[in-house]
Nanobody, 125 residues
Framework: QVQVVESGGGLVQAGGSLRLSCEAS????????MGWFRQAPGKEREFVAA????????YYADSVKGRFTISRDNAKNTVHLQMNSLKFEDTAVYYC??????????????????WGQGTQVTVSS
């Protein structure tokens, strides 16, 4: 079992920044890639960013490319999402997810095995 806990959400004005963190605990030696998804009210959960086990490969949704940066610290079993130049449309609950296996499509929800409870990000216009 792997437990996933997000932190760092909050209220910020448009143009501001937030840094989300996600800590994994439990059988973390089996974790592979980690990702962030988000879900806005009335919308489906969507991919935001993902990072490979080594951190050498990163993936971003087009809507956040150039504004968000994903990173990980394997020694601390954490992944971060630095969000800059936030827009009103970035408002959502952000979820951290972990996959235990290589070779999966990291852009899709079904590829992930464990999820956090989510952290709210609200961007005021």
């Amino acid at each position: 079992q792997v437990q996933v806990v997000e932190s760092g959400g909050g209220l910020v004005q448009a143009g501001g920044s937030l840094r989300l963190s996600c800590e994994a605990s439990g059988r973390t030696s089996y974790t592979y890639a980690m990702g962030w998804f988000r879900q806005a009210p009335g919308k489906e959960r969507e991919f935001v960013a993902a990072i490979s086990r080594s951190g050498a490969s990163t993936y971003y949704a087009d809507s956040v490319k150039g504004r968000f940066t994903i990173s990980r610290d394997n020694a601390k079993n954490t992944v971060h999402l630095q969000m800059n130049s936030l827009k009103f449309e970035d408002t959502a609950v952000y979820y951290c997810a972990i996959t235990l296996y290589s070779g999966r499509n990291l852009l899709v929800i079904a590829s992930y095995d464990y999820w956090g409870q989510g952290t709210q990000v609200t961007v005021s216009s």
